[in-house]
T-cell receptor, first 111, second 113 residues
Framework: EDKVVQSPLSLVVHEGDTVTLNCSYE??????LLWYKQEKKAPTFLFML????IEKKSGRLSSILDKKELSSILNITATQTGDSAIYLC???????????FGQGTRLTINP | NAGVTQTPKFQVLKTGQSMTLQCAQD?????MYWYRQDPGMGLRLIYY???????DKGEVPNGYNVSRLNKREFSLRLESAAPSQTSVYFC????????????FGSGTRLTVV
């Protein structure tokens, strides 16, 4: 059974801290892993990672895939209150016909 | 603006009532999806439609039916609502040939009492 697991499920830090969110996966025919940010409504796309191992960056956010460990991390440096959200990890399966999501990490940044 | 439109945004049902959640996309995407989101469980796939005229079950299809009315519209029906179906429902569509081209609607918060 295809599975995606995220940790921690919840994290509370102070503004300015650096956080690392984890995602591990067990899927057949892995090709890519996606990170989404969900604030009040729909998830919005952050990054797509592949087995190439190339790190993706956007401002204070960065992410990389560890193909050997079957996992990915999402780093956020110098956190701001606007980073408070649920961060979702997902893996496309069956030729990208479906997405399997992890449980999500609820990140809260306190001022 | 182009995107995925869901209606209604909020709904309260009594146990046993039926309702249909509507979803429409104007991006000419072939694939459409219905997910439900419960606290601490991420998004779980209910049904999907890879193309007009086809539908398939996802992870949690029990208690739901779907209709792919045309390329734009994909509806989700609860025939006899149960409290366990209290959730936030998201519709999504995907551009063919991409792994990441999913666009999500803004969600429907459904409460069954």
């Amino acid at each position: 059974e295809d599975k995606v697991v995220q940790s921690p499920l919840s994290l509370v830090v102070h503004e300015g801290d650096t956080v690392t969110l984890n995602c591990s996966y067990e899927v057949t025919n892995f090709r890519s892993l996606l990170w989404y940010k969900q604030e009040k409504k729909a998830p919005t796309f952050l990054f797509m990672l592949t087995s190439s191992g190339i790190e993706k960056k956007s401002g204070r956010l960065s992410s990389i895939l560890d193909k050997k460990e079957l996992s990915s991390i999402l780093n956020i440096t110098a956190t701001q209150t606007g980073d408070s959200a649920i961060y979702l990890c997902a893996v496309p399966i069956q030729g990208a016909q479906k997405l399997v999501f992890g449980q999500g990490t609820r990140l809260t940044i306190n001022p | 603006n182009a995107g995925v439109t869901q209606t209604p945004k909020f709904q309260v049902l009594k146990t046993g009532q039926s309702m249909t959640l509507q979803c429409a996309q104007d991006m000419n995407h072939n694939s459409m999806y219905w997910y439900r989101q419960d606290p601490g469980m991420g998004l779980r796939l209910i049904y999907y439609s890879a193309s007009e005229g086809t539908t398939d079950k996802g992870e949690v299809p029990n208690g739901y039916n779907v209709s792919r009315l045309n390329k734009r519209e994909f509806s989700l029906r609860l025939e006899s609502a149960a409290p366990s179906q209290t959730s936030v429902y998201f519709c999504a569509s995907r551009a063919s040939g991409t792994f990441y081209g999913y666009t999500f609607g803004s969600g429907t918060r459904l409460t069954v009492v």
